[in-house]
Each structure stands twice: as C-alpha cells, then as structure tokens.
C-alpha cells in the first residue's frame, strides 16, 4: 500500500485537508468495520474538527482479532520463521515507517495535538528506529546452556509467549505501540494492538505498513475502541498469553485484577509518575538546570509520563532558580500545531484540559504561589490549550505535588538539606524517573543511589536511547519497555533437559 497523502509538505494545513483517513479495525489483513457497525468520532484537539469515524470494537471484534492471531502463532507462519528472516520484515517494516514520515506525524498531531516538528523528530523517528533495532538485535541473541553433570545437556531457551494483547495510551501513540511491538514481534509473538479511543490513527496504519513490509496476516491486528470495552475485553481474554500495558495507574490495576479474574495471563504495566527533579545549590550552572527542567516539563504538553514536574531546590538558591524556570516557560506559549515552529501544541481533549485546569485550580486553593501561566489558552481556535504553569511555594501534601496531572503544570517546592531532599523526593507512590543535580560527585553519586526511580539523571534529564531500560519502581509499573530486557515480557524461559549416555 502507498501512503495515501500527496506530499512535499511542509504546508500541513493544507496537507491536513486532503488526507484520507481510515478508521476501520485491521484484523487478519483486513480493514473491518465494527461487528455492531458503531463507530466513534476522532475530534481533533487542534480546533476541535472531525477527523473520521473510528470502529468501535468491542468484545466481538476483540474474539475475531485474537482468534486471528492465535491462528497465525500456532500455524508457525511468524514464529517459526528463523530470526534472520523476521529481521528482514521488521527492517522493511521501519523504513516504510520513515517512508510514510509525513503521513503519520500529520495523523499523530491532528489526533492527539502535539506539534508537527516533533511528531516528525521524535515520534517518527524514534518509532522506525525501535522497530529496527528489535529487528538487528534478534538475530544476535543467544540462548544458555546450564553448567550440568557431563550425563545430561540442559538448554536455557527462550521461546515467543504467543498471543500478546497490546494496550497503550495517547501521549506518544506510536512510540508506545512500537515499544511493545519491536520485542513481541520480533520475538515470534502475534500482536493484537488496542490504541487509546484519544489518537487511535497512526495505530491503525502502523498495521499496514507492517503488512506492506510482508508481516502475515493476522500477525499484528488492530482493533480501536474504548477502554471499559476493547480494552477490557483484550485484558480478560482467556486466549491473550500477555498484556502490555502503558496507561495510568488505576487502569494498570485493573490490569492486574482482569488477569486475576481470567487466565492468569502475565500483566506487564508501565504506568504513572511524579518525577522529581533535585537541584542542589553548589551545582553552579543553575540557568542550565532551569532551562532543561522547563524543556523537559513542557515538552508534549506536559504529558509525558516522566516529566520532571516535583522540583525540589535548594533554599538559597530558589527565588533565582524559580526567576530562570518562569523566563524559560515564556518560550513554550501554545501554537498552532501545525505550524513548524510551535513549541508546544494542544492538551489531547476537553477532558484532559478540565482535568488540568481544575489541578491549577486546587494548586491555587491549596495556598501555592502561582509564578506564571495558570489559564486556558487560544480558546478562540475551538481547541485545547493552556499556558505552561509554575507553582512556587508548593509543599508535598498538596494535591499538584501528589498527584499526576499529565498537563504543562510545574510545582517548586523547597528542601534545606539533603536528608530532606531525598526524603520529599522519595515520598511518592510513583517511581518512574528522578534528577540529581550537584558538583559534588560524592552527592551526586549518593543522591542518585538513594532516590528511588527506574531511571536516575546526573546533571541532565534529556538522555534517552532505545538501548536502555525504561520503567518505574512502586506504582509507576512493572517490567521494563526498551532493551534487550524487554525480551523478557515476550518470551517464556524453557529447559529442556537431554540424557546423554
Ligand atoms: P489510561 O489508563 O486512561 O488509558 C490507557 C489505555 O488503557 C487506553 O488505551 C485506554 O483505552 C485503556 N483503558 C482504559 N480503561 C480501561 C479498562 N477499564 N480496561 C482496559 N483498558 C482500558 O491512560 P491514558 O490517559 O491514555 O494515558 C496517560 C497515562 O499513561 C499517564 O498516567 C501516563 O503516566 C501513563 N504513561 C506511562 C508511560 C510509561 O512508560 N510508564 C508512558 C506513557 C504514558
């Protein structure tokens, strides 16, 4: 299949208006329409346009999707084909994913509001190169043998689990579908993919793309829908070995309770945070500290599950660090979307932008100092915006400092001594990610060993790279996304043991 827009951009708007959109399921190399023939909107929170209708799968579209990916694993079609050769799919896979660039980040920004320029730097990008590096990485993976007596032969294999059911939200949609997607197929698994009711379009092409690249049918399915209903049906399916799961922490407990309630099914979850960001005052270069936390908070809106949105700062430092933050957050005013130079885009939807103008409105009730932004933006557009927000002044039993708002909202909070520093940072039920900035190295170095984070920082927060572990302690999640590690979720570990007279 072509991608089915006539570019060159970079014009986007009127790019925008000649694209076809298909909102149908993708199951067994089909494009189906929900069994009942409901569909949902795909609203734009650009300007609030209507993209397409969306299938609205729901438990008998989820049989049908599963049902077709159990027949592709156990007829061996992907499984058993040898590593080397799933490579070669998945390599063609990743280049149409850059083939098709402008398509999909124009789908990624319309449906979920991030801007263009990082829907095309980022999300694209970073998509085909997980694909690609799942695909190089197979064939060099090797399997154990155990250091037995010399009258047997024990063999440490991993073998692809089989059906995985896929469930990921709208922050990054293709990213997170790639996460999951690069290990389980590279590994042999099947694949049945359930994007957020938000921005389920890249999804849904993500699945031809794979098709055009010479995945087998039924290998990688598609079926969009809402939670309480696709969703639900995947995670309790009694023929679904998996779930990945990427959400927010209430739902990744009922992940927990669907594979409870079914088939015991392996419940993998990548969820929420409250990341902190620890900035002491013999850490000279305190504008550097300033500009990547509001680079770091700010980006996609603020809703990026790790973004650094507990700052804790040194006392004597804080009036001019919080000066520094609220210069930079001048710079991430809400743009167009579509234009290429905006910096920051639209909230997904009118859900989410009450949901964050109401946790401004607590951070205000709750006695926190309100150091810059605090109100919806750009209403006239029809669409979703607010202003990048900081909060001074913030202690940590306030709702802003406990909770995730998943918006462009920053709390500052203040420590006097290290003790104190990690203790606050470490009071939270998340665990995703954390930042430690000092020059001294024996701090630094302390610091980063006591916070507890999936993810520690060093005077930095902007290093990421397919090639590590990406993944929270407490209730940020379990399992890792990224890294060979992620073969662990998709693999079952065999051994086979062989007598040898
Ligand atoms: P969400 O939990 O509301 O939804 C996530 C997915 O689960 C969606 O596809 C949704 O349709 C589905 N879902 C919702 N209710 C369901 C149910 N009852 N049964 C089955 N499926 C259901 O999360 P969201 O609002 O889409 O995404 C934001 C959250 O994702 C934030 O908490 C963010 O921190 C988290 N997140 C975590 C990571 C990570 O790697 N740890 C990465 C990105 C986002």
């Not at 397409?52 to 989820?62: E, F, L, Y």
Request: charged share 25%.
């Amino acid at each position: 299949m072509q991608s089915k827009l006539n570019l060159p951009a970079p014009d986007w708007h009127s790019a925008a208006k000649s694209l076809r959109i298909d909102g149908r399921a993708v199951i067994a190399g089909q494009r189906r329409a929900a069994q009942s023939g409901q569909s949902f909107d795909s609203v734009s929170p650009i300007d609030g346009r209507n993209l397409a209708p969306v299938a609205r799968g729901q438990a008998a579209d989820i049989d049908a999707a599963v049902a077709s990916c159990r027949q592709a694993f156990d007829d061996g079609r992907w499984a058993h084909q040898a590593p080397a050769a799933r490579k070669k799919v998945l390599l063609r896979f990743a280049q149409n994913i850059l083939a098709a660039r402008d398509e999909l980040a124009l789908l990624e920004t319309l449906d979920m509001g991030k801007p263009i320029r990082y829907s095309l730097s980022v999300d694209v990008a970073a998509t085909a190169r997980c694909i690609a590096w799942y695909a190089e990485a197979v064939d060099k993976v090797y399997d154990e043998i155990a250091p037995t007596s010399r009258s047997a032969l024990a063999l440490i294999q991993r073998e692809p689990m089989g059906v995985i059911g896929a469930i990921v939200p709208w922050n990054y949609p293709m990213i997170m579908a790639a996460w999951k997607l690069g290990p389980a197929l590279a590994a042999g698994n099947s694949v049945m993919l359930k994007p957020s009711e938000k921005s389920p379009l890249t999804a849904l092409r993500l699945a031809e793309l794979a098709l055009d690249a010479g995945l087998p049918e039924g290998v990688f399915n598609v079926v969009p829908g809402y939670g309480h209903e696709a969703g639900e049906a995947l995670a309790l399916h009694l023929d679904v070995d998996a779930i990945g799961f990427t959400g927010s922490t209430r739902v990744g407990r009922k992940m927990l309770e669907y594979a409870g309630r079914s088939n015991l099914k392996r419940v993998y979850n990548e969820l929420g945070g409250k990341s902190a960001f620890v900035v002491f005052s013999d850490f000279a270069d305190v504008k550097r500290a300033a500009v990547t936390v509001a680079g770091s908070m700010f980006f996609n809106q603020g809703e990026s599950c790790n973004a650094p949105s507990r700052v804790f700062v040194q006392r004597d430092i804080a009036d001019d660090f919080v000066k520094l933050v609220t210069a930079e957050a001048a710079k991430y005013e809400p743009g167009d979307p579509l234009n290429a130079g905006t910096e920051m885009g639209a909230i997904v939807d009118q859900t989410q932008l009450t949901t964050v103008l109401g946790y401004i409105e607590a951070g205000r009730v709750e006695g926190a100092r309100l150091a810059c932004g605090g109100a919806q933006a750009r209403a006239d557009t029809g669409g979703c915006y607010v202003q990048p927000t900081v909060f001074d002044g913030v202690t940590n039993t306030m709702r802003i400092a406990r909770e995730e708002i998943f918006g462009p909202v920053m709390s500052v909070l203040r420590f006097d001594t290290e003790d104190e520093a990690v203790a606050l940072a470490n009071a939270s039920s998340y665990g995703l990610q954390a930042s430690v900035w000092s020059d001294n190295l024996n701090r630094a170095h302390r610091v980063a060993r006591r916070l507890r984070a999936g993810t520690v920082h060093v005077n930095q927060y902007d290093e990421d790279d397919i090639t590590v572990p990406f993944g929270g302690y407490k209730q940020s999640g379990n399992g890792r996304d990224k890294s060979l590690h992620a073969f662990d979720k998709y693999t079952e570990l065999k051994t086979t043991w062989i007598r040898i007279d």
